[in-house]
């Protein structure tokens, strides 16, 4: 029953939705054949297109200098932002579903994770952009860093990245008489970084490091280093990897023998946050994604004192090449009815190739990653230890094993089972092998239920 | 026959047939438009959204597709309900805390509102102490206690160290306890509006009774037992009715302090609902979930009517 209310409101809030922009189409086209019958000379007609996201007051500007920008070098194109549902990326991509499927004139729209995007190029209703990419003289392999494929076909272009890397706490680390991690560390190496961060008793003990409840936790391995964290080339569940048992059991090992992190009951019972038990010194070193460091930079909202230094994820063993890591993304892509695919793929080309606009790690490999970092945190150099970063994020082995080549559309339902898997594994005392199949047993349960 | 024709005898014939816009006709409409407003806020806001879920129910619809993604799959999600391992957990946390929640939470209330309700110092006072769990939100009642049951800090736990049991309870944060604490704060929070009602319920008995039970020579317990407990007897059922539809559908303090977990151990019906319809977007298995709850919950409604029906005609 809560489903169905559900689905009238959004049924009503997609009607309301698309009024609004009916509103918005007809100002437009007004405005637009205004512009024609003034410039009627003009050799070439004025294209609009719409690109759709989810901007709050403060994307807005932004994407406002980024779409001028982009004008006044392609004067015969013009982009319209329309943000859906400000700050809420989730409703945004639900009201789009509704706006797309009805008819609306949709040129650019984006999406906020990979998920997301390929659900919808499964269901049709991106574009494919091979054409475009080949006419362009683009290789989108060599491009970005991510290529979301749906049956060999390109269909959205990565936009902003949100890199996993380590976050140390500098005076912490001086305390302890420890250097910056080296590039090329291992997970053995984080333990016993961890294992000399931790000092103190009781409530004012400092933990070496701290491990959140996502699945990204569970085992950051299988997230940076296996083509997809929970399924095989062979669409089988991933769960017997030897990784998760390493990584089980280090987790293990670090709560029970070393005491370096807090226990995973309290991070449950607590509902302990991974950046307030960074920021309030509780925990020296995280795991976490590049998103953390713009909340540290916001000195009003996270007040602390130390400098915070960065690392690249540790690699599993010294036999993986250094620089692997797990990125999230944000995509963006071309509506399969648009009628200007060419000047929307010229948008998108733009947008995720160009710098001058952006506030968050870029997803195009050429990006000049150090003047990014300067320009978004040159000012924060009493917080944020710049060359570090600059030293994890423009290296040139950074990289992911992740591709979109094996992928589905449960995914979500795969990571509850490691969320699960490992609940289990520490609070009930369960062996890691006993572990591993529980998880095998439930994924494979997932993927025939979705097989059908 | 004859009575209608005594009746339509004093309007003139040819204005009782031939006006097809009679006084009773105009009645009826004049009904119809007043009820109008009403009648369709419900088909449209409840009879249609449930007509539509049991038809979801046996459709396959990820929520995302638009409505042209609807598959009809026949009994599929009914019988993935048989083999779904989360939903017989949700059932035994359900029956559970029913189990649990309604008697120790209604004879909790009860004792309590009888001791509150006689003679006793600051009685204003414990009305309201009992009361406030009730109007505060959830959320603000779930961080205290999530804080009480903290695993290692809590003074809960630190309480039970200090007994000398090494390895409390995890509460919250433990498979085989998550349940249990829950219980805890539910009944807790539905104390204050059930002794309300009780008190409510004991003010109405006249005191004259008591007053004739004492001069017969009735002690304490033979005056609750012949007495309070009868006359308490509409209130009673109203409260187990109401608690027991009302803990099929506990939601928010299960969504708010463990989500289900750990590993599943508190999950419950509705949880599932939410949980597969919006965050698998399974909107067909969520919907045919949630007629197997509208079944249970009428079941057990239906059951408690015929009792109270029965005990009315004793």
Same mark, same amino acid.
């Given at each position: ?21 009916? #509103? ?16 009627a ?20 500007? $932004? ?53 997301e ?19 362009? $003289?683009?290789?989108?392999d060599?491009?970005? +860093?991510?290529?979301?494929? +749906? ?34 560390w ?23 490091? +701290? ?34 048992? +390493? ?5 293990k ?35 976490t ?10 000195k009003a909202?996270?007040?602390? /004192? ?20 797990s ?25 995720? /190739?160009?710098?001058? #606009? ?32 600059? #030293? ?8 992911? $094993? ?17 969320? $699960? ?32 | ?19 097809f ?8 409409? !004049?009904?119809?438009?007043? %009820?109008?407003?009403?009648? =369709? ?9 449930? %007509? ?32 779904d391992?989360? =939903? ?43 009361? *406030? ?38 509460? %919250? ?9 829950? &219980? ?14 009780? &008190?409510?319920? %004991?003010?109405? *008995? ?13 002690n ?19 409260? *187990? ?22 590993n ?21 298995? !969520?919907s ?11 079941a ?15």
């Amino acid at each position: 029953m809560l489903s169905s209310i559900l689905i009238a409101t959004s049924v009503l809030a997609g009607c309301g939705g698309k009024n609004e922009n009916n #509103a918005a189409s007809s100002a437009a086209s007004g405005t637009a054949s205004t512009s024609a019958t003034g410039t009627a000379s003009a050799p070439a007609e004025t294209v609009t297109i719409k690109y759709y996201n989810w901007d709050n007051e403060i994307a807005e500007p $932004n994407t406002k200098k980024l779409i001028e920008d982009f004008q006044s070098k392609n004067p015969g194109i013009k982009v319209e932002s329309v943000s859906l549902v400000p700050g809420n990326s989730v409703e945004s991509m639900k009201k789009l579903d509704v706006m797309m499927s009805s008819g609306e004139q949709v040129d650019v729209v984006q999406y906020s994770n990979i998920d997301e995007t390929m659900a919808r190029a499964a269901q049709g209703v991106l574009a494919p952009l091979n054409e475009l990419y080949q006419k362009d $003289n683009v290789k989108p392999d060599e491009e970005y +860093y991510i290529n979301p494929k +749906y049956n060999g076909n390109y269909y959205a272009t990565m936009y902003t990245a949100t890199d996993w890397l380590i976050m140390l706490n500098e005076d912490a680390l001086k305390a302890a008489g420890l250097e910056a991690p080296p590039y090329d560390w291992t997970w053995d190496d984080f333990r016993t970084y961890a294992k000399k961060l931790t000092k103190g008793e009781g409530n004012d003990k400092q933990f070496g490091s +701290y491990f959140h409840t996502w699945g990204e936790y569970a085992n950051p391995i299988a997230y940076a280093e296996l083509k997809n964290p929970y399924l095989t080339a062979d669409m089988q569940p991933a769960f017997n990897d030897p990784s998760f048992a +390493y990584f089980f059991n280090l987790r293990k090992a670090m709560e029970k023998e070393d005491k370096s992190i807090q226990t995973y009951s309290d991070v449950v019972g607590g509902k302990l946050n991974y950046g307030t038990e960074f920021v309030n010194g509780k925990a020296a070193m995280i795991m976490t994604g590049s998103f953390l460091i713009a909340a540290l930079a916001d000195k009003a909202k996270n007040p602390h /004192t130390f400098k915070t230094v960065f690392a690249p994820m540790p690699r599993s063993s010294k036999d993986v090449e250094p620089g692997l890591t797990s990125l999230g993304a944000s995509y963006v892509a071309i509506a399969n009815n648009s009628k200007h695919k060419e000047e929307a793929y010229k948008f998108v080309r733009y947008m995720s /190739t160009e710098d001058s #606009a952006r506030t968050d790690l870029s997803g195009w490999k050429k990006t000049d990653t150090k003047a990014l970092l300067e320009r978004l945190y040159g000012g924060n150099a009493d917080l944020i230890d710049l060359p570090s970063l600059t #030293a994890v994020l423009a290296d040139k082995r950074l990289r992911t $094993n992740a591709t979109t080549d094996i992928s589905a559309s449960y995914q979500n339902q795969l990571k509850k089972v490691l969320e $699960n898997g490992y609940s289990s594994f520490i609070l009930d005392n369960l062996s890691v092998e006993e572990a591993q199949k529980r998880m095998m047993e439930e994924a494979d349960k997932i993927i025939k239920q979705n097989a059908k | 026959m004859l009575a209608k024709t005594m009746v339509r005898a004093g309007i003139p014939a040819y204005q009782s047939q031939r006006r097809f816009w009679n006084n009773e006709r105009k009645e009826t409409l !004049a009904a119809w438009l007043f %009820l109008a407003p009403e009648v =369709i806020g419900v088909l449209l806001l409840s009879v249609f959204p449930i %007509l539509f879920s049991l038809f979801l129910s046996f459709c396959d619809w990820n929520l995302v597709g638009g409505l042209s993604a609807i598959k009809w799959v026949g009994l599929d999600n009914y019988r993935a309900l048989l083999d779904d391992n989360k =939903i017989f957990m949700a059932l035994k946390n359900n029956i559970t805390y029913t189990a649990c929640v309604v008697p120790v939470g209604i004879v909790l209330a009860l004792l309590l509102s009888v001791v509150i309700h006689s003679k006793v110092y600051g009685k204003e006072y414990f009305k309201v102490a009992f009361f *406030i769990p009730y109007i505060s939100s959830i959320v603000a009642i779930g961080a205290v206690w999530s804080a009480l049951f903290h695993p290692s800090q809590g003074p809960i736990n630190r309480f039970l160290i200090g007994l000398g049991i090494a390895n409390p309870p995890k509460w %919250l944060a433990d498979t085989n306890y998550s349940l249990t604490a829950i &219980i805890v704060i539910a009944i807790w929070a539905a104390l204050g509006y059930q002794i309300v009602i009780f &008190i409510a319920g %004991l003010s109405g *008995i006249p005191e004259e009774l008591y007053e004739a039970a004492d001069i017969d020579g009735a002690n304490q317990a033979q005056q609750f037992a012949r007495i309070t407990l009868p006359l308490l007897g509409p209130t009673l059922s109203f409260l *187990i009715i109401t608690t027991l539809m009302a803990s099929f559908k506990v939601f928010d303090l299960i969504a708010f302090l463990t989500d289900g977990g750990p590993n599943e151990s508190s999950t419950v019906l509705v949880y599932r609902i939410y949980d597969e319809g919006f965050h698998n977007f399974r909107m067909g298995y !969520a919907s045919a979930i949630s007629w197997l709850l509208f079944l249970i919950v009428g079941a057990i409604t239906l059951i408690t009517w015929k009792i109270q029906r029965t005990k009315v005609e004793e």
